[in-house]
C-alpha cells in the first residue's frame, strides 16, 4: 500500500514535535540533577567548614600559626575563641596559650632590639669590629696563614741550593703570604687571597694574590723531569705555598691595606705553555668584589691580617 504523499508532512511534523519534546524532558532532568549535585556540594562546604571551625581544630590552627612565626594570626584564632566559648576549657586553653604567646612577643621585641644595636655598634665601630684569623676553614680546605708582610722581594719556588725571587720595581713593593693549605680532595681549586685599601668608610680591591710553589724536592723536579709528590694534592694532603702582588708604595702609604681570603673556589691547577716549574694554580673567574663593607664578612670573607 502506498502511502499518501499528502500525509508525509504530517507525519515528519509529529515525529519532530516528538523529539523536541524528549530533548526538553532530558535537559529538565539534567538541570534537575545539576541542582541537586550544587545543593549537596554547597552542603558538603559547610559541614567542612564546621569541621574547621570547631574550637579543637581552631587550636590546632592557631599553634600552627604560632609554629609559622605568625603571632597575629595566632592570637585572633584564640580570641575568637574565648569570644566563642566563655566558660569553658577551650577558654581556658586560649587564654594559657595567649600567655605564652605575649611572653613570645616580648621576647622577639627584644631580639630585635639587640640586632637593631649590634648593627648600630657595627656601623660606630666599621672595620675594627673585625678580627684576624691565621686558620681558615671552608669545604675541603683549611688554610694556615704563617706569615703577612710587605716586601721588596718576593721569594718561592726553592729547590735546594737556588730558589726564584721576584723583585719589586722602584717606588713598589709586594704584599705577601706565606701559608700552608689542607685538603682533603685530591685536585682541589684554591680560594682567592685579596688585598684591599681602606678609603672612606669602604674597603676598595687592590688586586688578587698570585700562587707559587713554596720548594720542590730538588732542581730534577722542579724542571718536571719526575714528579714532586710534595707539590701534589693528590699524594700530599698539604702544600706550601708563598704568595705575592706587587703595588705602589704610595697605596700601601695612603691607607690600611687589608688582607683578605674569599671563600670562594677559582684558582685551577693546570699544565704551562712554557716556563718551569710546569705546573700552576692559574687565576680564574673569582668574582671578588671591588669594594666591601663590614657585612660582607658575615659571609664570603674572612679578615687575615691588616697591614
Known amino acids: 500500500m502506498k502511502l499518501s504523499t499528502k500525509l508525509l508532512p504530517i507525519a515528519f511534523f509529529a515525529t519532530l514535535g516528538c523529539s523536541d519534546g ?14 541537586k549535585t550544587k545543593q549537596e556540594l554547597t552542603n558538603c562546604s559547610t559541614e567542612l567548614a564546621d569541621v574547621l571551625n570547631t574550637p579543637d581544630q581552631r587550636i590546632l590552627t592557631a599553634k600552627k600559626l604560632f609554629a609559622d612565626g605568625n603571632f597575629s594570626g595566632a592570637r585572633n584564632e584564640y580570641e575568637e575563641i574565648q569570644s566563642k566559648y566563655p566558660d569553658t576549657d577551650y577558654f581556658k586553653t586560649a587564654s594559657k596559650e595567649l600567655a605564652g604567646l605575649d611572653k613570645a612577643t616580648e621576647n622577639r621585641k627584644i631580639e630585635a632590639e639587640k640586632q637593631r644595636a649590634e648593627v648600630e655598634r657595627k656601623k660606630a665601630l666599621g672595620f675594627k669590629i673585625l678580627k684576624p684569623s691565621t686558620t681558615v676553614k671552608f669545604g675541603d680546605l683549611s688554610l694556615r696563614f704563617e706569615k703577612v708582610w710587605t716586601g721588596k722581594r718576593w ?24 701559608l700552608s693549605i689542607s685538603s682533603e680532595s685530591k685536585n682541589p681549586e684554591l680560594p682567592p687571597i685579596l688585598a684591599y685599601q681602606y678609603f672612606d668608610g669602604k674597603l676598595l680591591l687592590l688586586g688578587t694574590l698570585r700562587y707559587e710553589f713554596r720548594r720542590w724536592k730538588d732542581y730534577g723536579s722542579y724542571l718536571g723531569n719526575y714528579a714532586d709528590y710534595g707539590n701534589d694534592f693528590a699524594h700530599s694532603k698539604t702544600i706550601p705555598f708563598n704568595l705575592g702582588f706587587e703595588t705602589s708604595e704610595d697605596n700601601l702609604k695612603s691607607g690600611r691595606v687589608y688582607v683578605v681570603i674569599k671563600k670562594t673556589n677559582c684558582f685551577k691547577r693546570e699544565n704551562k705553555d712554557f716556563g718551569r716549574p710546569e705546573v700552576q694554580y692559574k687565576l680564574g673567574n673569582c668574582r671578588a668584589k671591588s669594594s666591601l663593607e663590614v657585612v660582607d664578612f658575615e659571609k664570603d670573607y674572612v679578615l687575615v691580617k691588616t697591614l
Open 22 to 35: 524528549q530533548l526538553k524532558t532530558d535537559l529538565e532532568k539534567t538541570k534537575a540533577e545539576l541542582e
Open 155 to 178: 721569594s718561592f719556588d726553592d729547590h735546594g741550593r737556588e730558589y726564584s725571587l721576584r723583585d719589586a720595581t722602584r717606588g713598589n713593593k709586594h704584599v705577601l703570604v706565606r
